[in-house]
Structure formats: structure tokens, C-alpha cells
């Protein structure tokens, strides 16, 4: 079975329904990432809806579950490797951390590669508490994912707005929120990717 026949895993906000908040959010956390690494003359890499799993793993399964951002770079002579997943609202927030941990059962983490979940205040508070707590299972078995706040500036009725599903939708709504409000969102998103750049180079 070929890679082209499988289809990607767009259930965390819906297949063609795709929230777009989460994909303008991943498209401007590229671009902070471009930012925060221009200074050293670094050029990273950029993958939208990545695969995670092997092939192999993806014919057993018989989709290719995706994340939201893959970003690569080389940093001081290593290989960095930083995935991203934005929950937005999804009703599972486990079901992210868990297909990492799934694909950790056909290779280890790479040394510079880390995990990414940014939870937003739109997920219900239990259930983005047990994803936390799924995440820190892992870290204590040494994998190395970190949970993250997705858009703290953001309230829950803004997030919810702003999850719509067409771009145009989206472009709309957010042109007539002040301009303090969209500003407010892209620093949310240079910080994490610069917490997300820490924790690939420092472990921190």
C-alpha cells in the first residue's frame, strides 16, 4: 500500500471541516520560527499536516495521522526536529500524545526531536487536564513531549468564534477584531515557538 492511499488523520478538528484558527495559528508559528532563527543565519525547514507514523505503521492502521507543524533546522552542528499539535477543541485531546506514543513503538525519539501539545481554554478543563497528565506519564518515561497553553491571550468565546470553517470565514472575523486583539495572537505564537526551540536545544 502506497502512501498516497492512505488518508490523513484530520479528526482533531474534523477532515475537510478543519477548524482554521489551527491552521492560521500553524502558519504563523512557521513564521515565528523563520523569525526567532534569522538572527543565526538559520533557514528552517517547514512541514503543514506532517505524517507521524512509518509506512509500516500506517498500512497496519490504514491512515497516516498528521500533526499540525513539523519544524526542522540545525542548531549548533544538530538535527532539531520540533512537532506541534494545536488542540483546539478537540473533544480527545489524548488521542494526540497517544499517537506519538504509538510511533514510538516503531523507532525512539531522535536526539533534538521534541513533542508539542499547545491546549487551548476551549477544551473542556478534564479533559485537557488528563491530556496534560498523559503528557507527563510520558515525560516520566523519558520521551520528550511538553504540554504548552494554546493562545492564553485568547478567551474561550474568541477561540470558538475564530474556529470557523472556510479561510474567508476566518479572514473576516479576524480583521474585525481590534487590531491589540490579532497582535495579541501572534506574540501567543512567537512564545511558543520559542519555549518549543528551548525545550529542542536545552531540554528546557
Avoid at 477532515?15 to 513564521?31: H, P
Avoid at 533557514?43 to 492502521?61: G, K, N, Y
Avoid at 485531546?93 to 526531536?113: C, D, I, M, Q, T
Wanted: hydrophobic share 40%; with cysteine; aromatic share 10%.
Amino acid at each position: 500500500m502506497s502512501r498516497r492511499s492512505f488518508h490523513r488523520d484530520r479528526s482533531r478538528s474534523g477532515g475537510d471541516l478543519v477548524g482554521q484558527l489551527a491552521r492560521w495559528s500553524a502558519q504563523e508559528l512557521g513564521n515565528s520560527f523563520v523569525e526567532l532563527l534569522k538572527p543565526r543565519g538559520v533557514v528552517p525547514s517547514l512541514r503543514f499536516e506532517a505524517s507521524v507514523f512509518p509506512d509500516s505503521l500506517c498500512e497496519e492502521v490504514g491512515y497516516s495521522p498528521a500533526a499540525d507543524l513539523l519544524v526542522e533546522y540545525r542548531w549548533e552542528q544538530e538535527s532539531v526536529q520540533i512537532w506541534i499539535e494545536l488542540e483546539v477543541s478537540r473533544a480527545d485531546p489524548v488521542a494526540n500524545p497517544a499517537k506519538f506514543l504509538v510511533a514510538f513503538s516503531e523507532r525512539s525519539p531522535r536526539p533534538g526531536e521534541v513533542f508539542v501539545f499547545a491546549i487551548s481554554r476551549a477544551v473542556q478543563k478534564g479533559r485537557a487536564a488528563l491530556c496534560r497528565r498523559f503528557v507527563e506519564m510520558m515525560r516520566m518515561r523519558g520521551f520528550p513531549v511538553f504540554a504548552e497553553e494554546y493562545l492564553p491571550s485568547a478567551t474561550e468565546y474568541l477561540i470558538g468564534r475564530l474556529n470557523v470553517r472556510t479561510r474567508e470565514e476566518f479572514d473576516l472575523l479576524l480583521a474585525k477584531e481590534p487590531e491589540t486583539v490579532t497582535r495579541a495572537l501572534k506574540e501567543d505564537l512567537r512564545g511558543l515557538a520559542s519555549r518549543a526551540h528551548s525545550y529542542a536545544t536545552t531540554g528546557k
